[in-house]
């Protein structure tokens, strides 16, 4: 599904563009953001999930981009633990980062499909730790997140 069908679709969703990053604020973003990414990382597997990550790279012009086919912005990283049967996708924010127009898309659409979707914000860094390490937490946290 494309974004305008899912906007057709899904009218309550509303859109909007985010604010872009400067090209400085997006390197300490990615500082930041990666620190972050590898907390939670080190969390779920110490928990026993199973994860995988989609890993940006800076290219020779100093932009940052995810090698990817089909739509952009698919959430970070999906978590799946297989004793306790849950299955959880996140993108993980640090700071001031905010979710694009297309990671909202993809949490949204996931959400319809009946997947565990959201984002996890450094600020509930506890409540997410507990959730991926204590095997008897079965509700996964959910960070405010604009458009969400």
């Known amino acids: ?9 899904f009218p309550e969703w509303g859109g909007g563009k985010l604010p872009v990053q400067t090209s400085d604020a997006h390197r300490r973003a990615q500082a930041t ?5 590898r907390q939670v990382h080190e969390w779920a597997t110490t928990g026993g999930w199973t994860w995988c990550h989609f890993r ?6 100093g ?4 090698a990817v086919s089909g739509a952009t912005g698919f959430p970070d990283t999906p978590f799946v633990h297989l004793d306790r049967k849950l ?11 905010r979710p694009t127009e297309m990671q909202i898309f ?3 659409a996931l959400r319809a499909a009946g997947v565990d979707a959201g984002v996890w914000h ?4 506890a409540e997410i730790a507990r959730f991926l390490i204590d095997p008897r937490s079965t509700s996964a946290p959910l960070s405010d997140a604009p458009g969400l």
Do not use: C, H, Y
Request: hydrophobic share 40%; aromatic share 12%.
């Open 1 to 9: 599904m494309s974004l305008n069908e899912f906007k057709r679709r």
């Open 106 to 108: 993809w949490i949204k």
């Open 63 to 66: 932009g940052w981009r995810t």
């Open 87 to 97: 299955f959880v996708v996140r993108e993980l924010k640090a700071g001031k980062a």
């Open 122 to 125: 450094e600020r509930d860094a």
């Open 33 to 37: 953001g990666a620190e972050w990414e």
């Open 56 to 61: 940006p790279m800076q290219d020779k012009d």
